[in-house]
């Protein structure tokens, strides 16, 4: 049995604890995501409240910030990004699914800006499962009304 660590903004699928570089950079960031109403604005441990009208007009109850951008962490070009985040959003159009263009922005600028998507409806496994796909160390996933989690997708 794994003995995986929880915390309230946290969640570990894997028992290993992440890097901690990464860690920091995932929640020293900003996570942005236009909507029909304008731009929200989305942090890791804070309450998510910006999305309520939303969710509520759509009828679902969670939404996850995913990118395809700079798998496993390690820069690629804007080119081959760009090619990423067109894979991952054809894959979201063949779900069907209620999405938004974003970006993460990570408050020290040393990373570069990333491209991405706020989905909304979506449950935890299915965001899990798109990240793996386009080699992602985690999401950032919530429910209406809660705070912002950080979920590690290491398998």
């Given at each position: 049995?794994?003995?995986?660590?929880?915390?309230?903004?946290?969640?570990?699928?894997?028992?290993?604890?992440?890097?901690?570089?990464?860690?920091?950079?995932?929640?020293?960031?900003?996570?942005?995501?236009?909507?029909?109403?304008?731009?929200?604005?989305?942090?890791?441990?804070?309450?998510?409240?910006?999305?309520?009208?939303?969710?509520?007009?759509?009828?679902?109850?969670?939404?996850?910030?995913?990118?395809?951008?700079?798998?496993?962490?390690?820069?690629?070009?804007?080119?081959?990004?760009?090619?990423?985040?067109?894979?991952?959003?054809?894959?979201l159009i063949?779900?069907?699914?209620?999405?938004?263009?974003?970006?993460?922005?990570?408050?020290?600028k040393v990373?570069?800006?990333?491209?991405?998507?706020?989905?909304?409806?979506?449950?935890?496994?299915?965001?899990?499962?798109?990240?793996?796909?386009?080699?992602?160390?985690?999401?950032?996933?919530?429910?209406?009304?809660?705070?912002?989690?950080?979920?590690?997708?290491?398998?």
């Amino acid at each position: 049995m794994l003995n995986a660590v929880h915390s309230p903004t946290t969640r570990l699928i894997d028992p290993m604890k992440p890097n901690p570089e990464l860690l920091a950079a995932y929640t020293a960031t900003s996570y942005h995501a236009d909507l029909p109403s304008g731009r929200v604005t989305l942090r890791i441990g804070e309450a998510a409240t910006e999305l309520n009208d939303i969710l509520i007009e759509h009828e679902v109850g969670s939404w996850a910030f995913i990118t395809a951008c700079n798998p496993m962490s390690l820069k690629k070009g804007d080119r081959e990004n760009r090619q990423h985040l067109e894979e991952l959003e054809k894959l979201l159009i063949e779900r069907a699914a209620i999405y938004f263009p974003g970006q993460g922005i990570g408050d020290s600028k040393v990373w570069p800006c990333e491209s991405s998507f706020l989905v909304l409806g979506i449950n935890l496994d299915e965001g899990i499962d798109i990240a793996r796909k386009f080699g992602q160390h985690a999401i950032v996933f919530g429910r209406f009304n809660k705070p912002a989690q950080l979920v590690w997708v290491n398998e």
